[in-house]
């Protein structure tokens, strides 16, 4: 066998053995996704995503959903206009939008702030919300969240990576994998897995196979 034919079987098997993520195509359009949001996946209540803020069905005020994927990067990689444009032509930005495993609840003060700011580390440890350890860099227009969000986050990025083809650069994919070994899955993340397969049919394969994540490959 000659070494480069070695090589291409080698680089078979490593995309076989790559988990690939499925859009779904279930859930039709956001404003259904914010329905199932709150009356089935978040039905009893839970805890903010970058601050840990716990709130009941009955009181959530202040909370809202945050795309940790932002839209604003979505619509330009689609090439379909401003958000609403892409809601009125774009189907495929319409299941993107309402992919379950791209939201979660977030105070609405940090969901403003972070606008579409990249994830990453900022010096300082300067703290602009409290106790919140959430901190923000707007020169460099990058977000440093607390560690015990860190690996949902970045599982939440590859899966759009994966299901949809969304961009990741490599120095934000490196990044997320570094948060992703440091912070692997819980069992309230392995829970919100299911939940969301049933309701949308679609599993995120770096909550199941947390070791496929090393192997992605970033622009």
């Not at 969240?145 to 650069?169: C, D, K, L, Q």
Request: aromatic share 12%.
């Amino acid at each position: 066998m000659t070494t480069r034919l070695f090589a291409v079987l080698l680089w078979i098997l490593w995309c076989v053995s790559l988990p690939v993520a499925a859009g779904q195509t279930r859930i039709k359009d956001y404003e259904e996704a914010r329905h199932l949001f709150w009356s089935e996946l978040y039905k009893k209540g839970g805890k903010t995503l970058y601050c840990g803020q716990p709130f009941s069905p009955r009181h959530r005020r202040g909370v809202n959903i945050e795309h940790v994927f932002p839209m604003s990067w979505a619509t330009r990689a689609l090439d379909c206009g401003r958000r609403k444009q892409c809601r009125e032509n774009d189907q495929r930005f319409n299941h993107l939008e309402a992919d379950l495993h791209n939201l979660y609840p977030a105070r609405k003060d940090i969901n403003d702030a972070r606008a579409s700011f990249r994830f990453g580390d900022v010096g300082g440890e300067r703290r602009d919300f409290g106790q919140c350890n959430f901190e923000i860099d707007e020169r460099r227009r990058v977000v440093e969240p607390r560690p015990v969000s860190r690996g949902e986050i970045a599982r939440s990025m590859f899966y759009m990576h994966t299901a949809y083809g969304m961009t990741i650069f490599t120095k934000l994919g490196r990044t997320l994998q570094r948060w992703h070994r440091e912070d692997p899955p819980s069992k309230h993340e392995q829970y919100r897995n299911d939940v969301i397969e049933r309701l949308q049919g679609t599993r995120n394969p770096f909550i199941d196979q947390p070791d496929s994540a090393g192997r992605l490959h970033f622009k």
